[in-house]
């Protein structure tokens, strides 16, 4: 009876076929993906519908995770491998912390719970009330949002309140399209399963869901750690414009680059623009792609 790496398959919470890297131990297959050779791995398990963490391990008997109730446990455990992979691949990032760390993640956290998050140490999804969201592990740009608030905590650790927050916020949005760049929206694969074409939060129309796009309409507030998933429009407009003008495959090393050297727990919104075309000029020059960066700030109030 042998132990090790298996391959095998599942279907998500949208109900689409996947393949899954598993492992097999004493007659049991886990979510548990060793595959990862510079990683740790990416774990998978399941809180029971309890609010208890990490809970067990999401395991099947013979490899084939095809209930409804796994759908969410097949798209926790594939979708981060596809964003460990992006990291790895686009910006050479091994894990979020640089080091292989365990990517963790918990589904079916709480009761109807419609929300996703991560808690300083892993990834934890609600299965949501089935009308206002679907699982939320469902989402890939959801799945990106929630490891790159990781990432974020190990490079510029970009403090959770006011502008610095909604920076935080942004590129975590941010870093959800670049992971899943189909569309400018965030969550709309689980948002409202009974409505089409909406979604949590839009790049490229942050007004169209109650979201600022200029400096000139900055809210105020003391709730959501001073409006950070509302503030988030502003950057997140800035970084829609400088896709628009300079294409995807610039802007990620930009925003990388950025988040991983020059941005800090403290920055604003006028130091992410600083922060930013310094990584450009560092990459590209101060020819037209700087002047893309910087034309994309102004728009939105930023300068
Ligand atoms: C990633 C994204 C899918 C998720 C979406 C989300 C979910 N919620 C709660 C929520 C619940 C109900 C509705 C409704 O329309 O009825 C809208 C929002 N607010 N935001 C989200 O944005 N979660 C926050 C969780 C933050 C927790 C505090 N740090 C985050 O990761 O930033
Ligand atoms: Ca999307
Ligand atoms: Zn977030």
Do not use: C
């Given at each position: 009876?042998?132990?090790?790496?298996?391959?095998?398959?599942?279907?998500?919470?949208?109900?689409?076929?996947?393949?899954l890297?598993?492992?097999?131990?004493?007659?049991?297959?886990?979510?548990?993906?060793?595959?990862?050779?510079?990683?740790?791995?990416?774990?998978?398990?399941?809180?029971?519908?309890?609010?208890?963490?990490?809970?067990n391990?999401s395991?099947?008997?013979?490899?084939a995770f095809?209930?409804?109730?796994?759908?969410?446990?097949?798209?926790?455990?594939?979708?981060?491998?596809?964003?460990?992979?992006?990291?790895?691949?686009?910006?050479?990032?091994?894990?979020?912390?640089?080091?292989?760390?365990?990517?963790?993640?918990?589904?079916?956290?709480?009761?109807?719970?419609?929300?996703?998050?991560w808690?300083?140490?892993?990834?934890?999804?609600?299965?949501?009330?089935?009308?206002?969201?679907?699982?939320?592990?469902?989402?890939?740009?959801?799945?990106?949002h929630?490891?790159?608030?990781?990432?974020?905590?190990?490079?510029a650790?970009?403090?959770y309140?006011?502008?610095?927050?909604?920076?935080?916020?942004?590129?975590?949005?941010?870093?959800?399209?670049?992971v899943?760049?189909?569309?400018?929206?965030?969550?709309?694969?689980?948002?409202?399963?009974?409505?089409?074409?909406?979604?949590?939060?839009?790049?490229?129309?942050?007004?169209?869901?109650?979201?600022?796009?200029?400096?000139n309409d900055?809210?105020?507030?003391?709730?959501?750690?001073?409006?950070?998933?509302?503030?988030?429009?502003?950057?997140?407009?800035?970084?829609?414009?400088t896709i628009?003008?300079?294409?995807?495959t610039?802007?990620?090393?930009?925003?990388?680059?950025?988040?991983?050297?020059?941005l800090t727990?403290?920055?604003?919104?006028?130091?992410?623009r600083?922060?930013?075309?310094q990584?450009?000029?560092d990459l590209y020059g101060?020819?037209?792609?700087?002047?893309?960066?910087?034309?994309?700030?102004?728009?939105?109030?930023?300068?």
């Open positions: 009876v042998t132990e090790g790496a298996t391959t095998g398959y599942g279907y998500g919470v949208l109900d689409d076929y996947k393949s890297n598993t492992y097999y131990a004493n007659g049991t297959y886990y979510l548990y993906d060793t595959t990862k050779s510079m990683s740790g791995v990416i774990e998978t398990r399941t809180a029971n519908y309890g609010s208890s963490l990490p809970g391990y395991v099947d008997s013979n490899n095809t209930s409804t109730s796994q759908g969410a446990d097949v798209d926790a455990h594939y979708y981060a491998g596809t964003v460990y992979d992006y990291y790895y691949n686009t910006h050479g990032r091994n894990s979020y912390d640089n080091n292989g760390a365990t990517i963790r993640s918990t589904v079916h956290y709480g009761s109807n719970y419609n929300n996703a998050f808690n300083g140490a892993q990834m934890v999804y609600g299965d949501g009330d089935g009308s206002t969201f679907d699982p939320l592990s469902g989402a890939q740009d959801v799945v990106a929630e490891i790159t608030h990781a990432v974020i905590e190990r490079t650790g970009l403090r309140q006011d502008q610095s927050g909604a920076l935080n916020e942004s590129m975590a949005d941010v870093f959800g399209y670049f899943e760049p189909e569309d400018f929206l965030l969550g709309e694969d689980v948002y409202t399963p009974n409505k089409s074409g909406d979604a949590l939060r839009s790049l490229s129309n942050p007004d169209a869901y109650g979201q600022p796009s200029h400096m900055y809210y105020y507030t003391s709730s959501d750690n001073g409006g950070v998933h509302t503030n988030s429009g502003i950057p997140n407009k800035a970084a829609y414009l628009q003008s300079i294409g995807k610039k802007a990620e090393k930009i925003y990388y680059r950025a988040l991983s050297i020059y727990p403290t920055s604003n919104f006028s130091a992410a600083s922060a930013l075309l990584a450009t000029s101060t020819g037209s792609t700087y002047n893309s960066v910087a034309s994309a700030w102004s728009q939105v109030g930023v300068n």
